[in-house]
């Protein structure tokens, strides 16, 4: 790159992604592990070529008004994009990319550790040890339920879904179901049947949410839903927490209409520390830590920038979810 353009990081990032971006590029950082005050965005961006942001900060027509019609790309650190106005990008010819396949492996490892935690009531052990209640052995205390047999259902297959999937398959699961928006064929790779939504809640013992937030799955998984689960069902969620209806998993829990659910994923993030889910032995919550290893974020920083880079040079960069129209 010739020319030094210009580049707004909205965060802290791995020293992969900063490295990649120094070399070439004019750099700005909120200098920052917390996320940036909107203020302090709608200031800073303006100018800039170039904008990394992260899951938590929105950027929306506002945002892209202040930078100036010279943006170029707005590259998020992270697969998912629904904190990104798409349309308004579209129209003003601002391309959008993300960082998809390398946090697959960490986000489907992360939920399958949040089966295991929930199904085995782990977490209510280790709280037992820490509050001195872990008296002589009893036969029925702290009780959890094998996988062994029992029918996994995935909401979502896509690499994560199919990693879960992949990985949950030698704990000997009986079947796994799946629903998308279509059948797919490497479902065939661990046996996978698909199935209609309704199937889905209804059949699963652990029912894993690994789709992300659209207008078709907002709050999909509401009371109407929950009421058609098996009572011994558990819920698993590390896709996105609007997928999910938390007044009525409140409900469901406290109600035992469902076993048990596990979330790394809430509405809203953080949860308030003084949300009734918090309330109740039968939720495991997580604070949305599916990436947090140093595997994945790195290379999801080093992605985003390179991403830039190759926006930059009139280039295809590895997640496209807007093209750049050609100015
Ligand atoms: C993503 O990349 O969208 C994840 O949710 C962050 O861990």
Not at 76 to 82: A, L, P
Not at 177 to 188: C, R, T
Not at 193 to 205: G, H, N, R, T
């Given at each position: 790159?010739?020319?030094?353009?210009?580049?707004?990081?909205?965060?802290?990032?791995?020293?992969?992604?900063?490295?990649?971006?120094?070399?070439?590029?004019?750099?700005?950082?909120?200098?920052?592990?917390?996320?940036?005050?909107?203020?302090?965005?709608?200031?800073?961006?303006?100018?800039?070529?170039?904008?990394?942001?992260?899951?938590?900060?929105?950027?929306?027509?506002?945002?892209?008004?202040?930078?100036?019609?010279?943006?170029?790309?707005?590259?998020?650190?992270?697969?998912?994009?629904?904190?990104?106005?798409?349309?308004?990008?579209?129209?003003?010819?601002?391309?959008?990319?993300?960082?998809?396949?390398?946090?697959?492996d960490?986000?489907a490892e992360?939920t399958v550790a949040?089966v295991l935690?929930?199904a085995?009531?782990?977490?209510?052990?280790?709280?037992?040890?820490?509050?001195?209640?872990?008296?002589?052995?009893?036969?029925?205390?702290?009780?959890?339920?094998e996988m062994k047999k029992r029918t996994l259902?995935i909401?979502?297959?896509?690499?994560?879904?199919y990693g879960v999937a992949k990985r949950m398959k030698p704990f000997g699961v009986d079947r796994i179901?799946?629903?998308?928006?279509?059948?797919?064929?490497?479902?065939?790779d661990f046996g996978g049947?698909?199935?209609?939504?309704?199937?889905?809640?209804?059949?699963?013992?652990i029912?894993c949410?690994?789709?992300?937030?659209?207008?078709?799955?907002?709050?999909?998984?509401?009371?109407?839903?929950?009421?058609?689960?098996?009572?011994?069902?558990?819920?698993?969620?590390?896709?996105?927490?609007?997928?999910?209806?938390?007044?009525?998993?409140?409900?469901?829990?406290?109600?035992?209409?469902?076993?048990?659910?596990?979330?790394?994923?809430?509405?809203?993030?953080?949860?308030?520390?003084?949300?009734?889910?918090?309330?109740?032995?039968?939720?495991?919550?997580?604070?949305?830590?599916?990436?947090?290893?140093?595997?994945?974020?790195?290379?999801?920083?080093?992605?985003?920038?390179?991403?830039?880079?190759?926006?930059?040079?009139?280039?295809?960069?590895?997640?496209?979810?807007?093209?750049?129209?050609?100015?």
């Open positions: 790159m010739s020319q030094r353009y210009k580049v707004y990081v909205t965060r802290r990032i791995p020293d992969p992604g900063t490295q990649s971006l120094t070399s070439s590029c004019d750099v700005t950082f909120w200098d920052s592990d917390d996320a940036i005050p909107r203020e302090e965005l709608l200031k800073n961006v303006k100018g800039m070529d170039a904008i990394l942001c992260m899951l938590t900060d929105k950027i929306d027509d506002e945002v892209l008004e202040h930078a100036g019609s010279q943006l170029q790309v707005v590259s998020t650190m992270s697969v998912g994009y629904e904190h990104i106005d798409l349309q308004s990008c579209i129209e003003r010819g601002v391309a959008v990319t993300n960082t998809p396949n390398v946090s697959s960490s986000v992360l949040l935690l929930t085995r009531r782990l977490l209510e052990g280790a709280y037992a040890v820490k509050n001195g209640e872990w008296g002589k052995w009893k036969p029925m205390w702290l009780c959890g339920v259902g909401m979502g297959l896509g690499r994560i879904g179901i799946y629903h998308d928006v279509q059948k797919l064929s490497f479902a065939s049947e698909f199935v209609d939504f309704e199937d889905l809640v209804k059949e699963s013992d029912l949410i690994c789709c992300n937030l659209n207008p078709q799955t907002k709050h999909l998984f509401n009371k109407d839903a929950f009421q058609k689960m098996k009572k011994s069902a558990i819920l698993i969620n590390s896709g996105r927490g609007g997928v999910v209806n938390h007044d009525d998993l409140f409900e469901a829990l406290k109600s035992n209409q469902i076993a048990a659910a596990g979330l790394d994923v809430t509405e809203p993030e953080p949860l308030p520390v003084d949300h009734p889910l918090l309330t109740l032995n039968n939720c495991v919550i997580l604070p949305h830590m599916g990436s947090n290893t140093w595997e994945s974020r790195n290379l999801m920083a080093e992605i985003a920038a390179e991403n830039i880079k190759t926006i930059l040079n009139k280039g295809h960069p590895q997640g496209e979810v807007v093209k750049r129209l050609a100015a």
